[in-house]
């Protein structure tokens, strides 16, 4: 497998998304060239043989740009982190379909079918958002980012009476009359510790 350049710093990586962002296609190609490095680690993992390697490469590239052209930075997630999802996403599409790949991947070449039916191409996916792989990735950072705040800023007794009302930690949710009758507590009083939880929750978030 050819070497490929060193990734950006976080510094750099920073400022090259700003001027992407605004329309800079300089700023796009080095990151996009920057991170060549990992396209080619996350396609080891597919144990191909040199030939296979070099497809796999070109059709991670295209998640990678995909990647590029839809992250936003303000979401809190690293662009490593969501180009990781979606260079795999692509990769097994590509798998799934089982379309043997030549070594020259061309950009109108028809690789599949949308939902309806409708042939698209390698062009309909680098021009096109994937709003699940975006849903998805928001989803998993703000269940971490929960969890974080969960443990940082709750006490005792709002974490207990949070878990069992949402079913956290595989607790099974419960009402708050429930919970009162468990603890031996008033329900006005789960009530306004689960209010105080969630204000500190929220407010975290914000």
Not at 49 to 77: P, Q, R, V, Y
């Amino acid at each position: 497998m050819k070497s490929f350049p060193m990734p950006l710093s976080t510094k750099e990586e920073q400022h090259y998304i700003q001027l992407c962002k605004i329309g800079d296609k300089a700023a796009r190609e080095i990151l996009i060239e920057r991170n060549l490095r990992l396209v080619a680690h996350i396609v080891k993992k597919y144990n191909a043989n040199d030939k296979e390697i070099d497809d796999l490469i070109s059709i991670g590239t295209i998640g990678l740009i995909k990647a590029i052209d839809t992250f936003d930075m303000d979401k809190g997630i690293r662009l490593a982190t969501y180009a990781s999802r979606c260079i795999d996403n692509e990769l097994l599409m590509m798998l799934r379909n089982g379309k043997k790949q030549s070594r020259d991947v061309y950009l109108y070449e028809p690789i599949g079918a949308d939902k309806e039916g409708n042939e698209i191409n390698l062009l309909d996916i680098i021009e096109s958002v994937d709003d699940d792989i975006v849903e998805l990735m928001e989803l998993e950072e703000n269940t971490k980012k929960l969890y974080q705040f969960f443990d940082k800023v709750l006490s005792e007794r709002e974490k207990e009476i949070i878990k069992l009302r949402y079913g956290l930690g595989g607790e099974d949710e419960a009402t708050q009359r429930e919970i009162a009758d468990m603890l031996g507590i008033s329900r006005s009083y789960v009530s306004r510790i689960e209010k105080k939880a969630l204000r500190k929750l929220r407010e975290s978030f914000d």
